[in-house]
């Protein structure tokens, strides 16, 4: 949190007053995130978690400056 990341024209820019400050474990994590309707993840451990989850598709994450990171909308 509070580190700018930016790769050509793309920057990632995560802040806890959009992601909050709670720390969870990716166990909890990925609960959460089933139940979730939108998903905006930041981060190669829990973007892995949801993929391995079958939550996210690879080819839907992209990579800006080395930080993977995903949008997912459940329909």
Sequence with gaps: MGRIFREGRLKLAPESKFYGSAVVGLTEAVVLMVGADMLNLVG?????????????????VITIAGVPHVQVMKL
């Design 44 to 60: 190669r451990k829990v973007v892995d978690a949801a993929i391995n989850n079958g939550l996210v598709h690879p080819d839907a």
